[in-house]
């Protein structure tokens, strides 16, 4: 194919970059393809070409047309899509427009079966004319969705109408869909041809590995060919309008050939690409990935070769996969991000560069680069830590040591009951070596918080006692064991009590230190007897300082065993209240009242509190005199 090939010179210049990239091949070839209408497939369908009828060919000439039919049943007549992708002279075939409008939108899909890198697509006719109005698209999800790759159109009015106004603007980016006009033409009317560049005039054409954009443009799992409307002659547009069966017969899609060219995406890490599975299935291609990548598509650092985080290969920024610095002592190791940013891991260069942590470290060894011993094992001076018996047991006393040992010496490490460096007596807060049991002390309490080495016994500071040291002496109380403090006039004794800290106070006195009086008494320290009444003054009696009495509300008096004016005194057993009066302000002379509570009306008042009217009066709280006894009244006086 003459112009694939061109295609391909065009497109090698991406492959100059000096970086592996596999080489160039027809990836529709053999591939599984599906369209949404097939001339056919529901039986046999008549269709007749737009070219003349030729006497030198056994051909159907209906009213001077070449003629023929479809059918999806008869191997000589049928032209399923799979033509379209093996490579012979066979063609697909679209249903013509006889059997409906609706066929002039058909979708023809192929599936990739995996991710590859599209640098053109190339399309030839059979026996029809190129497609008037189309949209070739891409998917990289396996055809769950689709995004176009070039629109086409005969002409740039329709380019507008359906595909935006946009789709008129030059190429500017790397990603820049635009409406081509030049394949949409009527002639020629079969065998026509469709070259689609995916990387020609893109800014970033001759710099391909330099720019991400231009690197997923080009990528896809599928692609698809949205046919939106077929190519008329000018004459037939009436013709196919009124749906002429004589003229839409001669209107449908025929593409011959499908050509992808496209590449495995090995990611910058390899040349070539073969078969995952040459004896069963050969159209699913993995890359032969170099770097010490692996993978389908040399995306991962193989085992091992985890030292730096994989990344793509680019011109600029070329990457090898580094092997783990493991010291031979394991092969399997893996990519921790947190270790690469604190600098943890020792790469193979002698740097603490990347984040590469060994896994099932061997030869009794340990740690990020297995290079550390485990517990119980030391590295001898001189040994390096390359060699397969750099850690050697410790040679240590259970009973003494903790089994580990210092590195290079080999002197055990003492347990912490025992000093080192000979774990030959005990360690601070311990006694009674070889045993070296732990001291009992309480550390607050003892006086340089440890008992004695021989006996165990706790030195007590002034302030502690007990075996331990862990109660307070007398005089003091917790959780610090503070002085008591007790005052000496208020309290029998200087010695408190040792959890909350109270003194026995003697009587009259009160407080936690005794050094106030006790409720019903003032004049702190003669502390003297308040002489108040009991029921009249409130808890506290009187005053601390000046022995006043405090009265409650309503009493009065010295000793406030009197009610003030407005109140009267109730009596209930051996309990007193001076009650409120509570004389009406309208009806009363005063707010005083007698000794049992009764008040003082006016002449037209009446009652206990005089809150309702006198009899011969009514309307309270008016109190007017009735009108009938007035009357009565003055008939006596007039008899008189």
Known sequence: MPRPIALLLLCALVARAEILTPPYVNLALGKKITATATCGDEGPELYCKLVGANADHDEHVIQGQVCDFCDANNDAKKHPPEYAVDGMETWWQSPPLSRGMKYNEVNLTIDLGQEFHVAYVFLKMGNSPRPGLWALEKSTDYGKTFKPWQYFSESTQDCERYFGKESLQPITKDDSVICSTEYSKIVPLEGGEIPVSLLNYRPSANKYFSSLVLQEWTRATNVRLRLLRTKNLG???????????????????????ISIGGRCMCNGHADNCYPADPESDTSILVCRCQHNTCGPQCAQCCPGFEQKKWRISQYWDRFDCEPCNCHNHTTECEYDPSVDEQHLSLDIN????????CKNCQHNT???????????????YGKKWNEIDVCHPCDCDPHFSTGNCEEETGRCECRVEFNPPNCDSCAYGYFDYPN??????????TEGAQCTPDDGICPCKFN???DSCNTCADGYYSPKCKNCECNAVGSVSQVCDKISGNCTCKSKYAGRTCNQCEAGYYDYPSCKHCNCDVSGTQAAICDDVTGQCICKTGFGGARCDQCLSGFYMEVRGRDRQCVPCDCSSTGSTSTSCSVDGKCNCLANFGGKQCNQCSPGYYKYPECLREYLTLLCVTNSFNNI
């Not at 013709?239 to 593409?255: E, M, N």
């Not at 340990?366 to 590295?379: A, D, L, Q, S, V």
């Open 235 to 257: 004459g037939h547009l009436m013709s196919v309008a009124r749906l002429d069966p004589t003229v839409t017969r001669r209107y449908f899609y025929s593409i011959k050939d």
């Open 350 to 357: 002698g740097r603490y560069e990347g984040g590469g942590v």
């Open 366 to 380: 340990e740690g990020i680069n297995c290079n550390k011993c485990r517990p119980t094992f030391y590295r001898p």
């Open 436 to 445: 070296c049991k732990p001291c009992t002390c309480n550390l607050n309490g």
């Open 464 to 466: 502690y006692a007990g």
